[in-house]
């Protein structure tokens, strides 16, 4: 019971509060700032060369006001979007009209989701180990070089570095594609063929997010064990003749990455950004690549439902991530 | 302080970063001499590879890559400054407030303050800059960056003055009838001020990145020349497919060096202000 009261239910109004303020964010800034985005699609529409008399521009207004939700007061309008938030609708895309942005969506999610779990999974592994293995035996040669690399790579915003990758491998040494999830033509299917394609595909948009995953877990992973290093009951291990590779992993990496848990659940909506400027250097099919349609269409729509559903999927995650939390620490299951 | 530069200086990754920034900082400066205006088009022959007397080369817009990114340079640190300014300001209050107040003043501004650490960013940047677009000129994108840049600051800031109020002297004032804000400025600034600084750096290479997104994106006031919209040109006018590699590679090597360089600056700092490593490094120096 302790254990729901502490742990479970503060983790839970966290989520709460983040999806609260994330939302309310969503829905505000746009609305404080002096740009009408029902006046901007018009002059959009009318830039475009057609000709509307102004009966047919009022009646586009209308609508659109409608379909935004702009009718009434702010807090009417607010409470509007909640009610419609919870039941999944976010209107119809305004440029591939009338398929409703959901829709759109659910189509482009699981090449994210895909994306973002295998990349992250990957990295945090092969990271920590890293990290804390370098951190172990830090005069080695091999951990200097190592630390060099990922204190270069660490920096560097994901878009550069896809693009470096883009550069080198797909135009300079064309061995892999330059774009797409998959060939022009070749059929969706569960065969080795489709799913060999789709590796192909993946490979450079999961290896940046991999390398620059990697650097970042490194980093700090390192930072962690130099501390640990210097605990008393390491010394201890050590006086009592165990063996260098017992210590490493079974006393040090192994507290290490306890941290790196929360770590993890509190970089999620980096890597989730990354991942989709990652897509887009790459048009892979994901929300990225999405929401870079919509911005390029000026769909409000599509970005308002891609943007309000990520703050919750990624609340979400990290929830998750703090509630697999306790399996690895018995600190907090048995208190 | 000359003391403290000398120490840092015998670190490399001090050494070579201090370096690029003096040499970025130096660029920045010489575009208050350019012979070109940046946003005037077709002012110099277009797509010349690099040569005297545009040792950049020349883009298909006409423009001299070289003033080019002087202007870019320029304008990016400044977008970063402004930013991290002021979300400094914002971080010093919330962190000085919940950690000093602590009770439920403390949990309901660390509740709000972990909201913007999960919040996924990127996404609601893009949708405000998206509304804002081509308003979005220099000093609104830094204030918005830095609205959304504050909160793990916060975080360290708090848990600073966490320890700070725990500690002996600070019963000592309040019980000498010190003034709160007096204790705050004259007891706690000092102890603070390094982490700001150290926050500073790391706060500007976010910031500087999220410009970089945004301006790639088409996102910001493309006329203006910035390290992203340079590399958003590029891309847009086909630039790698032309093989023009002068002009992307421009923007992206002074875009990786800017970012190691304030990366190294900011890990070299901290590391010689943590107490723990700097005991390492004078046992080191005694040896």
Known sequence: MLFIKRYLLPRIVQFLVVVFVGITIVFFVPRLTPVDPVQQVISQITSQGAFMDPAAVDALRQSLTELYGLEGGMFQQYFAFWGRLIKGDFGPSLFQFPTPVMDLIMISLPWTAGLLITTTIISWIIGN???????????????????????VLRPIPYYIFSLLLLILFAYLIPIFPSAGGYSVGR????????????????????????????????????LIVSNIVAEDYVMYAKAGGLKESTIAFKYVIKNGL????????????????GALITEIVFSYPGLGTLLYGAINSGDYNLIMGVTSLSVIGIAGATLLVDLIYPLFDPRIRYR | MLEAFKELMKDGRFKFAFIVICVLAFMSILSFFSPYD????????????????????????GQDL????????RNSLTIALIASGISRVIAIIVGLVSGYKGGTVDTVLMSINDSFVVMP??????????????????????????????????RVIRSQILSLREREFTYTAILSGTKTFNLVVKEYFPFIIPIIFATLINNM???????????????????????????????????ILLGYWWWILT??????????????????????LDPRTRIQRIGKAKE
């Open chain 2, 66 to 73: 070289f003033w080019q990114s002087t202007f870019a340079i």
């Open chain 2, 251 to 272: 923007p992206v090597i002074i875009s990786v060096f800017l970012f190691v360089a304030l990366y190294l600056l900011s890990t070299s700092l901290s590391e010689y």
């Open chain 1, 129 to 151: 180990l890293l990290g804390g293995l370098a951190g172990y035996f830090k005069n080695k040669a091999w951990a200097k070089t190592l630390d060099n690399i990922s204190m």
């Open chain 1, 258 to 273: 306890l941290p790196q848990i929360t770590g993890l659940a509190l970089s999620l909506g980096q890597i989730f950004g």
């Open chain 2, 38 to 61: 940046p946003l005037r088009w077709n002012v110099v022959p277009r797509d010349r590879p690099p040569s005297w007397p545009h040792i950049f080369g020349t883009t298909s817009q």
């Open chain 2, 205 to 239: 290479i976010w910031a500087t990145g999220m410009e970089v997104t945004l301006a790639i994106l088409g996102l910001s006031n493309t006329e203006i020349p910035t390290i992203g919209t340079m590399i958003h040109w590029a891309v847009n006018y086909q630039s």
């Open chain 2, 121 to 154: 960013l990127l996404p609601i940047l893009i949708l405000i800059a998206s509304v804002i677009r081509e308003n979005l000129n220099m000093v609104t994108l830094g204030i918005i960056l830095s609205l959304f840049g504050w909160a793990w600051d916060a």
């Open chain 1, 187 to 222: 059929r969706i299917g569960f065969n080795w063929a489709f799913i060999s394609d789709l590796l192909i595909h993946s490979f450079l948009p999961a290896m940046s997010l991999v390398i620059l995953g990697i650097a970042a877990n490194f980093m700090t992973m390192k």
